[in-house]
């Protein structure tokens, strides 16, 4: 399975952004898929997952900012972030694998696939 994150960029302190995460190969639709973002000399941290077919679960620093969906069709997750302030700025990750158990959704080790990061900057 291969992922393709994009859609990082420059935003500014209250604006919004939307990253896409195209996966090739393997059973998209069986997968569990999440989020995660690491800032400079910090560990990953979980923004997100879709656990097998219920709804999306988020970590506490964007709750209330982020959205998680997922088009089986177009074998892509997105991930939509409003309101985002410059402690948002991480590289974010999308992960993906199968036999995730909902207790692990937010631990990096419990995800085989990883795409490539895409850079998130938010400005002040």
């Known amino acids: 399975v291969q992922l393709q994150a994009s859609g990082g960029g420059l935003v500014q302190t209250g604006g919004s952004l939307r990253l896409s995460c195209t996966a090739s190969g393997g059973s998209f639709s069986t997968y569990s898929m999440a989020w995660f973002r690491q800032a400079p000399g910090k560990d990953h941290e979980f923004v997100g997952a879709?656990?097998?077919?219920?709804?999306?679960r988020y970590g506490d620093a964007v709750k209330g900012r982020a959205t998680i969906s997922k088009d089986n069709a177009k074998t892509t997750v997105y991930l939509e972030m409003s309101a985002l302030k410059p402690e948002d700025t991480a590289v974010y990750y999308c992960?993906?694998?199968?036999?995730?158990?909902?207790?692990?959704?937010?631990?990096?080790?419990?995800?085989?696939?990883w795409g490539q990061g895409t850079q998130v900057t938010v400005s002040s």
């Open positions: 879709m656990w097998r077919r219920s709804a999306p």
């Open positions: 992960a993906a694998s199968s036999g995730v158990i909902l207790s692990s959704i937010t631990r990096p080790d419990a995800y085989y696939y």
